[in-house]
Structures are given as C-alpha cells and as structure tokens.
T-cell receptor
Framework: GAVVSQHPSRVICKSGTSVKIECRSLDFQATTMFWYRQFPKQSLMLMATSNEGSKATYEQGVEKDKFLINHASLTLSTLTVTSAHPEDSSFYIC????????????FGPGTRLTVL | AQKVTQAQTEISVVEKEDVTLDCVYETRDTTYYLFWYKQPPSGELVFLIRRNSFDEQNEISGRYSWNFQKSTSSFNFTITASQVVDSAVYFCALGLGSNYKLTFGKGTLLTVNP
C-alpha cells in the first residue's frame, strides 16, 4: 500500500506558541488530504479536507484561523496550530488520497501534540 | 446526515474465542464505502477492509471475516480464534461524497486475554 508520513511524531510546546505538522505522501501523488483529531479514548473527528492548490474545507466547529492548512504540492500538506492552548492537546492524524488509490485513504502514523 | 454506530464500547475475550464487532451505519446516499480499521496502542491506523455499497458479498481473510447486510445497514466484523495481538481499538467508518470523507464510529476496544 501507499505510504504517508507525518512529522513530527510527538511535539510538546508552550501555551501561546504555534506548531506546524507535516503530512507527506511518499510514493504517490495526493490530490486530497484529510486532517483528523483524536482525543484520548475517543474517535477520529475530521477537521478539514484539502485539495491540492485549493483552500481547505473545514468541518463545522473547526476554527480555520486557528488550524491553518496548506496543501501546496501533491505530496505535502501542513497543519499549523496557531496560539496553541492546553485544550488543543490531541493526536492529529492525516490521510491522503490520490488518483490511483481507488478511493482509499492512506493514513499517516499521527502526531501527538501536548501543549503545556 | 451520516452516522456510524459501534454499540460495543469494550469487549474482553479469552484467547482462541471468536468475537464479533458490530457496526451499524446510516446514510441516505446509495453510493458509499464502508471500512474497518485497527488502531493498536501505537496509534497508527491499520486498514483492514473496504467494501462498496454495491457489493454485499461477505469476505474472509484468514481469521477475519466481514458480514455486510444492506437490509439492516450493518457491516459486522468477526475475528475467529482470537489472539493477544488482536488487542486494539477497532473502528468502523463510512465514506461518502466525491472526496469519500470518512465518518468514524466511536470504536470498540477489544482486549484478548491469554
């Protein structure tokens, strides 16, 4: 199957700082990337969908000015958590879908964000 | 609106027992995909199966089998002869729309005890 990487795998930051998480499709071109958030012992909640070269589409209740998503190339999408607060601490997972993926999303390994 | 219900929050079995994880979905779309994912403690999602709405054939892959019944909007997952390594959270998901956005169920924590 296709491989999706995320960097960093873990990040700890101070309240008020911004954190950038990268999501890369390593062996295919990702026309669409998805960002999910998962709180402990809870399900994955879709935050936003981004198509390469277009603005991201955010799900209801997700602040687009707080969670900046950029999908500038067919292999890279970034999620920036701006002015992070402790309540933003979560597991962030990206997934990618391409022309050849037959509608399947390939998931990255996730990034655990802890805001102190 | 779409919805996925996994009524079993936690299941605990003894090794070699068979176990079935339930999944019920809701959608008005006639074209959709159903998925099962495994999430071990490491957190990385492991893809198990995808089934489209026009294919109701059941599937077996080793110890895993899936029963898709459109009449009851269910897509249940059975592990035969469970093993300790099967311990994980299992998610059922529904994919809709041109981007096949996924809606996940709340997951079922399966613990297989030796």
């Amino acid at each position: 199957g296709a491989v999706v990487s995320q960097h960093p795998s873990r990040v700890i930051c101070k309240s008020g700082t911004s954190v950038k998480i990268e999501c890369r499709s390593l062996d295919f071109q990702a026309t669409t990337m998805f960002w999910y958030r998962q709180f402990p012992k809870q399900s994955l909640m879709l935050m936003a969908t981004s198509n390469e070269g277009s603005k991201a589409t955010y799900e209801q209740g997700v602040e687009k000015d707080k969670f900046l998503i950029n999908h500038a190339s067919l292999t890279l999408s970034t999620l920036t958590v701006t002015s992070a607060h402790p309540e933003d601490s979560s597991f962030y997972i990206c997934s990618a879908r391409g022309w050849t993926s037959n509608n399947e999303q390939f998931f990255g390994p996730g990034t655990r964000l802890t805001v102190l | 609106a779409q919805k996925v219900t996994q009524a079993q929050t936690e299941i605990s079995v003894v090794e070699k027992e068979d176990v079935t994880l339930d999944c019920v979905y809701e959608t008005r779309d006639t074209t959709y995909y159903l998925f099962w994912y495994k999430q071990p403690p490491s957190g990385e999602l492991v893809f198990l199966i995808r089934r489209n709405s026009f294919d109701e054939q059941n599937e077996i892959s080793g110890r895993y089998s899936w029963n898709f019944q459109k009449s009851t909007s269910s897509f249940n997952f059975t592990i035969t002869a469970s093993q300790v390594v099967d311990s994980a959270v299992y998610f059922c998901a529904l994919g809709l729309g041109s981007n096949y956005k996924l809606t996940f169920g709340k997951g079922t924590l399966l613990t297989v005890n030796p």
